[in-house]
C-alpha cells in the first residue's frame, strides 16, 4: 500500500464531495436512487436498526427486509452522528425541491428518528463532512473551511484547529482529547482535543472507528481492513473489502459495518477478517 493509494481516495472523495448538492439531485423527486454514495452509517438505540447517509437523504436498513427511505427528504447528508434514541445530528446540502435553505446546512438535527431536521447552528457557514458526538460534546470537521470545531450545546462552536483535507476523525470512547485523524498525508493523533496534531505511522487510512468498548478500525485506501489496540500506535490488517470504502462503522471487536462503493452494505461478525453482504439495491 502506498500514500498515493490514499491520495487517490481523498481526491474522489473530494471530486464527489464538490458534487454533492449539485446538479444530481434534480430530478430524484421522479426517482428512487435508493442507497448509493454513503456518507455515514449509525445504530439507532431506540431500535437496533442501521441508518446511512446518503448523497439522496436517509435509510432505515433493517436486519430482515426492505431498505426504507426516512422522511421525504432527498438531502445529501453529509457528517452523521447517532446522539441517542431518535436523535440525530447531520450537516450537509439541501434538497433541491427546498429553495428556502442555502447550499450549506451547518449542523443540523433530527428528534424523530430523521424524519425531519431543523438547521440549529452554522446554516450557511459549515459542511460537516464528519461528525462525532462522544463525551456529551459534538465534534465536527468542516470540509469547507478546514477547520476541527468542537460544542457543548450544539449552538456556539470552538474552532480548535485547521487541519488540512481530513477525510475522516475518531474520538476516544475513554478520553475527550485523544482524537485521531485520517488526512490525504496520513495519519495524524490529537492528545488535546483536536488543538494540536501529530503524525503517526500507520499504513494510509481512509475511514476511521472507534466502538464505545474502545475497539479501534480503520479502512484502508487499498480496501484493507485494520484494527488497532493500543489507541491508533500500532495497526494489524485483518481482512479486506469487497471494494472501496465510502463509510466504516465498528460497533465492537468484533462486529463492524461498512459501505462499498458500488456495492452495497457489508458486515462482518469476526473482527474484520471476512465480509458478507448486508444490503444492496439498485436504482429505480
Request: hydrophobic share 40%; glycine share 12%.
Amino acid at each position: 500500500m502506498t500514500k498515493a493509494a490514499l491520495i487517490g481516495l481523498a481526491a474522489a472523495l473530494s471530486v464527489a464531495a464538490s458534487s454533492c448538492g449539485g446538479e444530481d439531485q434534480a430530478d430524484t423527486a421522479a426517482t428512487e436512487p435508493g442507497i448509493h454514495h454513503v456518507h455515514g452509517l449509525g445504530i439507532d438505540p431506540a431500535d437496533g436498526d442501521l441508518y446511512a447517509a446518503t448523497h439522496y437523504g436517509l435509510f432505515r436498513v433493517p436486519t430482515d427486509g426492505e431498505a426504507q427511505r426516512v422522511g421525504d427528504s432527498f438531502q445529501d447528508t453529509m457528517g452523521f452522528t447517532v446522539v441517542g434514541p431518535g436523535r440525530f445530528l447531520g450537516s450537509g446540502h439541501p434538497d433541491l425541491q427546498d429553495p428556502e435553505l442555502p447550499p450549506l446546512l451547518g449542523l443540523i438535527e433530527s428528534g424523530n428518528g430523521g424524519r425531519t431536521w431543523e438547521p440549529i447552528s452554522l446554516l450557511g457557514e459549515a459542511d460537516f463532512h464528519a461528525l462525532v458526538f462522544r463525551h456529551g460534546l459534538v465534534y465536527g470537521y468542516d470540509a469547507t473551511n478546514e477547520r476541527f470545531m468542537v460544542s457543548a450545546d450544539h449552538q456556539s462552536w470552538e474552532t480548535r484547529s485547521q487541519p488540512p483535507s481530513v477525510v475522516s476523525f475518531a474520538v476516544d470512547p475513554e478520553n475527550a482529547e485523544r482524537v485521531l485523524a485520517a488526512t490525504s498525508s496520513g495519519l495524524l493523533a490529537s492528545d488535546d482535543g483536536g488543538r494540536t496534531w501529530d503524525p503517526v505511522s500507520a499504513p494510509p487510512l481512509a475511514f476511521l472507528s472507534w466502538a464505545d468498548d474502545g475497539s479501534l478500525a480503520a479502512a484502508g485506501a487499498d480496501e484493507t481492513i485494520y484494527v488497532s489496540s493500543d489507541g491508533g500506535l500500532n495497526w494489524a490488517a485483518t481482512g479486506r473489502l469487497p471494494g472501496l470504502p465510502e463509510a466504516l462503522l465498528a460497533i465492537d471487536g468484533r462486529t463492524m459495518i461498512a459501505a462499498v462503493q458500488e456495492r452495497g452494505l457489508y458486515d462482518s461478525t469476526d473482527g474484520g477478517r471476512s465480509w458478507h453482504l448486508r444490503y444492496r439495491d439498485e436504482p429505480t
